[in-house]
């Protein structure tokens, strides 16, 4: 099982600022099928990229992923007040499907 | 638009089983794989199996193996989840997330509203 490790746990930024999010895999997630999903409160997960750097359909180009093998990066350019959730990096290229377990991202 | 409607909450009691159904809508049911995941309260989202709506091929995590039971009807555009034994353990919401593709490896496109499944006695 690849098991996730997501960096910081929770990440304190004001609107505007840039957010870098960091997931590390315990072994290579083939084909970078690595995904990134951004969950509010009482929602379920919404796809923002995957392939490591794919953009889902209608998501803001201020979302940026990067990274291959064992480390994977999420940027958010510059925050907006919509964007303070907690985010999950996934990978989809091995059973079981595994995700992190989380950065929160708040409002400092 | 596609839409994944889920069926409501469930309370159940310890050893029962739960049926959560998954009402597709949108897109061709047969063309994309669904996947079914489970997240407790502040915990990470948990995989626990998926079908590919064509042919009706399941797998199942290893965690769930011998008590999670996928299947669909394609005439009803509907995805099922049956999970038995149910231990207090088991509390939490439960998704179907549509696959981006029909089989093999992608990511989860849409996600139904989710499930609360409570056990109590």
């Known amino acids: 099982e690849i098991v996730l490790t997501q960096s910081p746990g929770t990440l304190s930024l004001s609107p505007g600022e840039r957010a870098t999010l960091s997931c590390r895999a315990s072994?290579?997630?083939?084909?970078?099928?690595l995904a990134w999903y951004q969950q509010k409160p009482g929602q379920a997960p919404r796809l923002l990229i995957y392939?490591?750097?794919g953009r889902a359909t209608g998501i803001p180009d201020r979302f940026s992923g990067s990274g291959s093998g064992t480390d994977f990066t999420l940027t958010i350019s510059r925050l907006e007040p919509a964007d303070f959730a907690v985010y999950y990096c996934q990978q989809y290229g091995s059973s079981p499907r595994t995700f992190g377990q989380g950065t929160k991202v708040e409002i400092k | 638009q596609i839409q994944l409607l889920q069926s409501g909450a469930a309370v159940k009691k310890p050893g029962a089983s739960v049926k959560v159904s998954c009402k597709a809508s949108g897109y061709t049911f047969t063309a994309y794989a669904m996947h079914w995941v489970r997240q407790a309260p502040g915990q990470r989202p948990e995989w626990m199996g998926w079908s590919n709506a064509g042919n009706g091929k399941t797998e199942y995590s290893q965690k769930f193996q011998g008590r999670v039971t996928i299947t669909r009807d394609t005439s009803a555009t509907t995805a099922y989840m049956e999970l038995s034994s149910l231990r207090s353990e088991d509390m939490a919401v439960y998704y179907c997330?549509?696959?981006?593709?029909?089989?093999?490896?992608?990511?989860?496109?849409?996600w139904g509203q989710g499930t609360l499944v409570t056990v109590s006695s």
């Open positions: 997330a549509r696959a981006r593709g029909g089989s093999g490896s992608y990511p989860f496109d849409y």
């Open positions: 392939g490591a750097s």
């Open positions: 072994q290579s997630v083939s084909n970078s099928f």
